[in-house]
């Protein structure tokens, strides 16, 4: 799997876990891109649909 950087640290997201501990940071980064205008309409849905359902994950959903 390819390794990203997050967007205030430049550390690299390791594991799901990590991704979920940066969330917080990388929702900013998704709610920005859907609203930056280089997507087109059906890409802004499905990311705002991942964004939400991500938001609903939590520890228990990570064991």
């Known amino acids: 799997m390819m390794m990203v950087k997050t967007p205030k640290s430049g550390e690299q997201i390791e594991d799901l876990v990590d991704f979920y501990q940066q969330w917080p940071d990388l929702r900013d ?5 859907s609203r930056d205008g280089r997507l087109d309409q059906k890409e802004r849905v499905i990311l705002q649909w991942m964004v939400r359902v991500v938001d609903r994950v939590g520890p228990v959903d990570l064991k």
């Open 29 to 33: 980064v998704a709610i920005n891109m």
